[in-house]
């Protein structure tokens, strides 16, 4: 009975990884020198199983939210107790509950950003509409004229 429990045997080459996850053969060797990943040798080639898609699933998810790979391994490290899993949940539920409030301080800090740079433009736009009201279209499209001047586009190319 127990059999039936298993996972099936099936491999992945490094190339289904790559494209089933849309990552590159180095990034998969990276992961691999960290101690990430695991994948067993035919010659020369990486044979990668079931767990280490696994793995590579879980590092690429921290990653996008923004965990370390130390974080990631110390999640990582915990799959193999035997206890269904409990400890690795209660480190994963440790671990993004910080990660959610950094992105809040961050977010906060974003907009506080964008707030201070708003109360700048809506200024500097007073100021210019008393002092100097002919360069406020200009100052609307500085950008787009210095992408010109940088992309090496003559500047009567862009004039009305």
Same mark, same amino acid.
């Given at each position: 009975?127990?059999? %039936?429990?298993?996972?099936?045997?099936?491999?992945?080459?490094?190339?289904?990884?790559?494209? &089933?996850?849309?990552?590159?053969?180095?990034?998969?060797?990276? !992961?691999?020198?960290?101690?990430?990943? !695991?994948?067993?040798?035919?010659? #020369?080639?990486?044979? !990668?199983?079931?767990?280490?898609?696994?793995?590579?699933?879980?590092?690429?998810?921290?990653?996008?939210?923004?965990?370390?790979?130390?974080?990631?391994? &110390?999640?990582?490290? #915990?799959?193999? &107790?035997?206890?269904?899993?409990?400890?690795?949940?209660?480190?994963?539920?440790?671990?993004?509950?910080?990660?959610?409030?950094?992105?809040?301080?961050?977010?906060?800090?974003?907009?506080?950003?964008?707030?201070?740079?708003?109360?700048?433009?809506?200024?500097? &736009?007073?100021? #210019?509409?008393?002092?100097?009201?002919?360069? #406020?279209?200009?100052?609307?499209? !500085? %950008?787009?004229?210095?992408?010109?001047?940088?992309?090496?586009?003559?500047?009567?190319?862009?004039? %009305?």
């Amino acid at each position: 009975m127990t059999s %039936d429990l298993r996972r099936p045997e099936r491999t992945f080459t490094i190339r289904n990884l790559c494209v &089933e996850f849309r990552v590159t053969p180095r990034a998969l060797r990276f !992961y691999e020198d960290k101690g990430l990943l !695991y994948p067993a040798r035919e010659g #020369l080639n990486r044979v !990668y199983n079931h767990r280490d898609r696994a793995r590579l699933q879980l590092i690429l998810r921290g990653k996008r939210v923004g965990l370390s790979l130390a974080e990631i391994r &110390e999640i990582l490290d #915990l799959y193999d &107790e035997n206890d269904g899993g409990a400890a690795q949940m209660a480190k994963s539920l440790k671990k993004f509950r910080e990660r959610i409030l950094a992105l809040e301080a961050q977010r906060d800090d974003i907009d506080g950003a964008i707030e201070q740079l708003r109360g700048g433009c809506d200024r500097m &736009e007073r100021q #210019l509409t008393q002092l100097r009201p002919d360069l #406020l279209p200009r100052a609307a499209d !500085y %950008d787009q004229v210095l992408r010109a001047r940088l992309d090496g586009v003559a500047d009567n190319a862009h004039a %009305d």
